[in-house]
């Protein structure tokens, strides 16, 4: 441990610090300039390092700007899995707000009023890194419902799964105001459990 | 009727086909220019008249734009209503369909990719001509299976009503392909249908 502390890791943790610090100054640089005007040079300089450094981990600034979004946002594989279905469900719910909810700041904004490919580029991050994986774990929280006798075997299905998350994105996308915690369990107690409950 | 043909239908008719004129040069123009290089005086030209025509319609660029839009896309209120709760939804979910299959054409890719004021204006008359339009009337079909007793009076909810519709939406926004009549048969009778069931 005292050699590794020596050598290994203490090279990967300048990596680590590194990178951050990289992406810490992208979004920044996002929140200033949006995505059009947005250079390698201009993050590196930022950064305080060189452009090699950041060509060496993202091949192109849509990586970089891709990872740098895509790190302000909750991760879904964090959601923690309890033994019930309803806290499951509702628990990756309120990770897609909060990553709705996100999209608010500076950076996202930028990206978004700036139109064009940085606003696809932001939609497909939200979508891969949010959206898609809260949706797998819904259906994994009803395929471990089913097994305990909470959920009907024939709703683990992917439609169901993705009847919880479209209700939120149907919020977010039309009603401008914060999602209430109440709205939240409304939508797990009256429309995703009485539709999978045996 | 013969004298009203002559003088008062008649110039209502030339009024109609010039506002058609003006409308179908916009959406054309915006095909080709995107919203952000459009303009009046465009427009004006290219549907053969002047710019005081279109002014005396339209207070602003942006509200001709959305009539444009919004005239391309199709009308919730023409949906025909039937004696049947699942007709009605189905046939509602069909008009979000088309609406969202509509904004694949040449002058809402322009305004789309052109990103920007165009793309949040986009999104707004698609939402108030079409999403909203449509919720309202499912709540209202809803509200008459209940009288008739095929939908529980107290499934009669906004809510319940943004089910389906939140359904449509997510598949647009996240799946590239069309949506087969089957998967929106089975949002109505997998997904709707069960929630508001006596």
């Not at 009803?142 to 299905?157: S, Y």
């Amino acid at each position: 441990m005292e050699t590794m502390n020596e050598i290994g890791p203490t090279h990967r943790r300048r990596g680590d610090a590194l990178r951050r610090a990289i992406l810490d100054a992208a979004l920044e640089l996002l929140g200033m300039v949006g995505y059009g005007q947005l250079t390698m040079e201009g993050v590196a300089a930022r950064a305080g390092t060189g452009k090699a450094a950041l060509y060496r981990r993202w091949p192109s600034r849509e990586e970089l700007v891709a990872d740098a979004l895509g790190d302000a946002l909750p991760s879904p594989a964090a959601v923690p899995v309890s033994g019930e279905v309803r806290d499951d469900v509702l628990a990756l719910l309120e990770c897609m707000r909060t990553a709705f909810t996100s999209t608010h700041g500076a950076a996202f904004q930028a990206v978004k009023a700036d139109g064009g490919p940085g606003a696809g580029l932001l939609h497909s991050v939200v979508q891969q890194r949010v959206v898609e994986p809260c949706e797998r774990l819904v259906l994994d929280a009803l395929r471990r419902g089913a097994e305990r006798g909470q959920v009907r075997p024939d709703a683990v299905t992917t439609k169901m799964a993705r009847v919880g998350p479209a209700m939120v994105i149907h919020h977010a996308l039309t009603d401008g105001s914060g999602m209430s915690d109440d709205y939240l369990a409304s939508i797990v107690d009256d429309v995703v459990l009485p539709l999978v409950r045996p």
